[in-house]
């Protein structure tokens, strides 16, 4: 069984602050990792994803995030938060790497951005 | 392209109704997904299915059913609305990536 932990359901951070989201994974197989971003109202968006090449994955927006299999960790990070950053983030893990991947998602981290 | 689209937007249901929730996607996925969204609870699947004509039970599939009789369309039905069902309820496609609708935010009183 897959799980997914994120630490800190609210996050704030001051406009050109370091963000950083924490999501730790637990996973009997090697796993696949997901970053998703969710404005009000709207449905997910993938912002980046970890598929066993490079353990540093750039997304969209200046995010990134970086897979550490010692920590069982893929945190998310962006060096400068933007008024328009704010939103909910959703770390996801699935067992493969295929058409239809099964997500297991961890419960959110919301970000605000303070002027 | 429109991408996933779901109706209705939203909707409010007295205990014991029953309603469809309408998914359409098309881009030619095979795969597509009915999830539920509590607060922090992330997402929880509720059916899946691998095809027209196939579906299969996700993570909280009770008080839910699908069908899947074309590649585009995969409604969600609820025959009994509970309170319990109140929620936000997203549908997705996938070929590697999952797209999400909208969503369909549904209250049960």
């Known amino acids: 069984a897959q799980s997914v932990t994120q630490l800190g359901s609210h996050v704030s951070v001051s406009e050109g602050a370091l963000v950083l989201l924490r999501c730790n994974y637990s996973?009997?197989?090697?796993?696949?990792l997901f970053w998703y971003v969710q404005y009000p109202n709207q449905g997910l968006q993938l912002l980046l994803k970890?598929?066993?090449?490079?353990?540093l994955v750039k997304g969209i927006n200046g995010f990134e995030a970086e897979f550490k299999k010692s920590e069982t960790s893929f945190h998310l990070t962006k060096p400068s938060a933007h008024m328009s950053d704010a939103a909910e983030y959703f770390c996801?893990?699935?067992?493969?790497?295929?058409?239809?991947?099964?997500?297991?998602f961890g419960g959110g981290t919301r970000l605000m951005v303070k002027p | 392209n429109a991408g996933v689209t779901q109706t209705p937007k939203f909707r409010i249901l007295k205990i014991g109704q029953s309603m469809t929730l309408q998914c359409t996607q098309d881009?030619?996925?095979?795969?597509m997904y009915w999830y539920r969204q509590d607060p922090g609870m992330g997402l929880k699947l509720i059916y899946y299915?691998?095809?027209?004509?196939?579906?299969d039970k996700g993570e909280v599939p009770n008080g839910y059913n699908v069908s899947r009789s074309t590649t585009e369309d995969f409604p969600l039905r609820l025959e009994l609305a509970a309170p319990s069902q109140t929620s936000v309820y997203f549908c997705?496609?996938?070929?590697?990536?999952?797209?999400f609708g909208p969503g369909t935010r549904l209250t049960v009183t």
């Open positions: 996801a893990v699935s067992d493969q790497n295929n058409a239809g991947n099964m997500l297991t």
């Open positions: 970890y598929t066993s090449a490079a353990t």
């Open positions: 881009m030619n996925h095979n795969y």
């Open positions: 996973s009997s197989v090697p796993p696949y």
């Open positions: 299915s691998v095809g027209a004509g196939i579906t």
């Open positions: 997705a496609s996938s070929n590697y990536e999952q797209y």
